[in-house]
């Protein structure tokens, strides 16, 4: 009885460091959504473009998410550990077949990843296959 009893509390103790793990992630890497926004940018892709409000010190990551979760703008994409998020499809752009997508802030391309570029109110993006 008693080794199962600490068979037990060592999966309760996995369990629980995983959920510390997965809520402390949470947190970490998604916006507040209750944040109301102190500036705006300007954002277009594919001939759609949209206002882009955002919290002060938010990165560009950050008010893409709030925009979709707003349901006013669409992307996909993959998040890589070290580098980032990579945008893979926002509007009705595609990165398909060698063709890659890049940003372009206040039309210069950019020289960070959306994860790492702080918005300024007024910047205007604008998205490009290439």
């Given at each position: 009885m008693k080794k199962y009893f600490k068979k037990f509390i060592f999966v309760l103790l996995v369990v629980f460091a995983f959920s510390i793990f997965i809520f402390g992630f949470r947190t970490q890497y998604l916006p507040e959504k209750?944040?109301?926004p102190a500036a705006s940018a300007t954002i277009s892709?594919?001939?759609t473009t949209i206002d882009l409000p955002f919290p002060a010190g938010a990165t560009l990551y950050e008010a893409m998410f709030l925009a979709?979760?707003?349901g006013t703008l669409s992307f996909a994409g993959?998040?890589?550990p070290i580098l980032?998020?990579?945008v893979t499809d926002i509007g009705d752009l595609h990165a398909t077949g060698g063709e890659n997508l890049f940003y372009y802030i206040n039309g210069e391309e950019a020289l960070v990843?959306?994860?790492t570029l702080?918005?300024?109110d007024g910047d205007v993006i604008e998205w490009k296959l290439k």
């Open positions: 209750t944040i109301s892709a594919g001939g979709r979760e707003a993959k998040n890589y980032g998020f990579f990843g959306v994860s702080s918005l300024k």
